[in-house]
């Protein structure tokens, strides 16, 4: 058989070439009427780009409604009657009142109601705070913390369902503290006004450090009446 002329030889090459170009093209055309769809990135990947503020936040806002106002419910106790179970014993109004983290070295939390007559107010502070005499001598008994900036981890600290180990460290434990008291101030209606004279009345939680020292409340609601 004579060789191929260069002619034919390129006829050849044209001819594989068409046939390497259909088959590509075969593979091709069934990708056009493809569309690709970006993946959601997977909860924990999504959860950890939070910051921890926001994180703390959306916890104290998931759970405030079913958790923690029930809690708030069942252990509210009348603050006059607080008081005298804590004159006669502290421990004895804490273990029927109380509520606090586990081990004994840890401060009792209780949640009272009450009213009182408003006898200095500053709401004008991002610390507002009312003061409130509870027993008609005029002084002051109690502290309501309005906020929105509030001290303390009373509100954290009386939930049993927290637990200080379910949570990454200190830090962000610290950082729940917080987002509580945000959220107590975010769901009260704040007074606005001059409230001095007033009869405010209250529900709230706070931290007994000293029988002799004037508690400090968060209060989960508050109404000043006319």
């Known amino acids: 058989m004579p060789d191929p002329t260069i002619t034919e ?11 390497l170009s259909a088959a590509l093209l075969a593979l091709l055309l069934p990708l056009g009427g493809c569309k690709l769809v970006p993946t959601d990135k997977p909860a924990a990947e999504t959860a950890e780009a939070r910051t921890d503020e926001a994180r703390m936040a959306a916890y104290a806002d998931e759970n405030w409604s079913e958790k ?6 069942e252990h509210t106790v009348d603050y006059a009657k607080l008081r005298q179970a804590l004159a006669a014993s ?7 009142y109380g509520l606090r983290p586990e081990g004994e070295a ?41 906020g929105p900036i509030i001290r303390g981890t009373a509100l954290r600290d009386a939930m049993p369902f927290i637990v200080f180990t379910d949570f990454r460290d200190q830090i962000e434990f610290a950082k729940l503290a917080r987002a509580m008291n945000e959220k107590a101030h ?3 209606d704040v007074p606005e006004g001059d409230v001095v004279g007033k ?28």
């Not at 030889?9 to 046939?19: E, G, L, N, P, Q």
């Not at 009345?201 to 508050?222: H, K, M, W, Y």
């Open 9 to 19: 030889i390129f006829h050849r090459c044209d001819m594989h070439a068409m046939k």
């Open 68 to 73: 923690v106002l029930p809690v708030i419910a």
């Open 90 to 96: 502290v421990e004895s109004a804490g273990d029927e």
């Open 106 to 146: 840890n401060p009792w939390n209780f949640v009272v109601s009450g009213e009182g007559q408003v006898t200095e107010a500053k709401l004008d502070s991002r610390a507002a705070k009312m003061q409130v005499d509870m027993n008609g001598d005029g002084k002051p008994d109690v502290t309501l913390q309005i």
């Open 186 to 188: 975010a769901e009260l």
């Open 199 to 226: 009869t405010v009345a209250f529900t709230g939680v706070f931290t007994l450090r000293s029988v002799d020292e004037q508690p400090e409340i968060v209060p989960t609601a508050i109404e000043v009446k006319p």
